[in-house]
């Protein structure tokens, strides 16, 4: 389950007397504006693991397979069609491990793999290494969470091996980079033993590769006990085009201490270096608050008297420390990432198997892809994961609402797509403490004909459109006959039986003690509707929900067209299975009726 928290937006309307000598800070109203942050860390992994086999006394990717094949041509194109066989081994040796070593992320592989098929690259051939590396259909996506672990999602919104991304460079990734491949954070800057003052301005710098775009960055103190996270830095702090980080950052006032900095990819935890590499930089505590607009909070500038004062009188008073207001003092200047949604909105009534357009734009802090999920309204968990990978700059997104979606009231809500914690950026409808449900709602109209179901369903009696595979075998098509698409066209005569061929043997069933015998209802008889005595192998009033539910439409009907006095008797529902399963019915399931 993924867990959210939220802070909520509260708008405080303040009438103060314009004051003629500036006042200090505390006499100030204190800012209630927060915003929003919903974490969705606690789910589970949303894309495939792929398994690996175990056995082999051969790495996975040494077997003959895609990976295999691929480093084995890689090599003997690498050679320009040179053959080695004419020179000796100790030579054969050294030019492929100089093309091994050029692979960088993929060396130790290389090796591995040019070492099992040694013999096979001498002779320019990858035969045995291509042995089992036959041609396939990709699965589509949008972005590697779309892809099992092994794989990257290419520009071309296909699944592909690692070891593509690694030989051809990330510039064909979807993503711009290849998540399913190790890389490195090195630190730049501070570096071990510099002193900074508090409240002054650093920069932190790294160099990256194969970290994605962005990255999160936690400070950390050293205690008598050990280390301690001190500050949360950043959080999905963009790098630049050669993955580099430069990110400025102040701490607070009367702060002292040894720290030092972990930057981690946003994309995987399994990428991340310390700032500095080893030791630690030194904090000294100064008398005065500020000595830079960093080391205060967003919403206020560093005045000339060290102290942090509101954004909102920066310009009023004139004052800040280096005679100009900062940026994050002007409105319009984001200082974190936000979506903000424009459609749907609390008022919106959607309807399933039609489309839902979802508006938004987005901050330039906001990376260029984002994913956008399906919540229940002050839920938790994702109930449908609504668009992967969609451009941020799109602003839009149609979706088409599935036919059997159950109704009810929904948030949506947006998070990067390389964010590993799936922390939220925007949510919509809003979170409003006033009022409990601020969801949009999405409703089900039944079906009424074959007609408003996809090709390969049937419109059954309860208004549902269920897959054609259910027609023939539940025969509860609205209007008694399965569609021409369902293979059927006829009308079905029930006769004694519920369904019509109750008796037909079926492959699968259930036995008392089972968690679907648990499943099973237990009905009790009405005045329409009555059963026969059960015995140790048959319980005429044990049956499956669903056979439950038709019961009582037809005893209905029964009534309504013989009197009152009329019944529905049922002989038999749920059976035991007999010993030849062979001989087992729709009874055994508790799906027939007699």
């Known amino acids: 389950m993924r867990v959210h928290c939220a802070i909520l937006a509260t ?129 589509s996506c949008l972005s590697y969470k779309s892809c099992a672990s092994t794989e990257f999602c290419s520009t071309s919104q296909v699944c592909e091996p690692c070891t593509t991304c690694s030989l051809k460079g990330d510039d064909i990734s979807i993503d711009g980079f290849c998540p399913c491949l190790g890389g490195t954070i090195t630190g730049v800057a501070p570096t071990a033993d510099d002193e900074f003052a508090s409240g002054t301005e650093l920069r932190i710098k790294a160099t990256t590769q194969n970290a994605g775009p962005a990255v999160d960055v936690v400070a950390y103190k050293y205690t008598s006990t050990g280390t301690s996270t001190f500050a949360k830095v950043a959080r999905t702090a963009r790098l630049s085009e050669n993955g580099e980080l430069s990110l400025p950052y102040a701490f607070p006032a009367r702060t002292s201490g040894q720290f030092f900095f972990v930057v981690t990819s946003s994309a995987t935890a399994t990428v991340t270096g310390r700032i500095p590499a080893t030791g630690q930089f030194s904090v000294v505590a100064k008398d005065s608050d500020c000595h830079s607009h960093l080391a205060c909070s967003t919403d206020t500038y560093c005045d000339k008297y060290g102290s942090c004062y509101y954004c909102s009188e920066c310009e009023r008073w004139d004052d800040a420390f280096d005679e100009e207001c900062p940026e994050k003092c002007a409105t319009t200047v984001a200082t974190r990432p936000s979506v903000v949604f424009s459609a749907p909105v609390k008022d919106t009534v959607a309807v399933a198997d039609s489309y839902l357009l979802v508006k938004w734009s987005a901050n330039e802090l906001v990376l260029d892809r984002i994913d956008l999920y399906l919540l229940p309204v002050n839920g938790t968990s994702i109930v449908f994961n609504i668009a992967v990978g969609v451009p941020s700059s799109d602003g839009f997104f149609a979706w088409l609402i599935p036919r059997s979606f159950t109704g009810g009231k929904y948030w949506i809500a947006a998070t990067h797509t390389v964010d590993s914690g799936f922390k939220v950026i925007g949510l919509t409808p809003p979170y409003d403490s006033r009022f409990a449900d601020t969801g949009f709602t999405i409703v089900f109209e039944p079906c009424t004909s074959h007609d408003a179901c996809d090709e390969d369903q049937y419109c059954d009696n309860e208004g549902y459109c269920y897959s054609c595979d259910h027609c023939l075998v539940e025969k509860d098509a609205f209007d008694g006959a399965c569609p021409l698409e369902c293979g059927g ?106």
């Open 11 to 139: 708008l405080v309307c303040l009438s103060v007397a314009v004051p003629s000598v500036k006042p200090p800070m505390s006499n100030m109203p204190s800012s209630l504006a927060n915003f929003q942050r919903v974490s969705l860390a606690d789910h589970g992994e949303l894309r495939d693991t792929a398994a690996r086999s175990t056995m082999s006394l051969l790495p996975y990717y040494a077997e003959p397979g895609q990976d295999a094949c691929l480093i084995c041509e890689h090599v003997i194109e690498s050679l320009d069609g040179q053959p080695l066989y004419s020179v000796d081994l100790e030579a054969a040796q050294s030019a492929i491990d100089a093309i091994c070593d050029s692979l960088q992320l993929l060396k130790e592989q290389c090796n591995v793999i040019a070492a099992e098929y040694f013999a096979d690259i001498r002779h320019g051939s990858c035969e045995r290494a291509c042995s089992t590396h036959t041609a396939q259909r990709r699965a």
């Open 489 to 594: 066209g006829e009308f079905q005569d029930f006769g004694f039986y519920y369904p019509a061929e109750g008796e037909e043997p079926i492959t699968e069933f259930v036995r008392v003690g089972c968690p679907s015998f648990d499943d099973l209802v237990m009905k009790r008889e009405t005045s329409t509707l009555t059963f026969a005595k059960s015995t140790t192998t048959s319980q005429p009033n044990r049956m499956s929900q669903r056979l439950s539910s038709h019961l009582d439409v037809l005893a209905g009907l029964i009534s309504n067209t013989f009197g009152a006095d009329a019944q529905l008797h049922v002989v038999a529902a749920y059976q035991t299975p007999p010993l030849d399963t062979t001989r087992a019915s729709l009874h055994n399931a508790g799906r027939a009726a007699r």
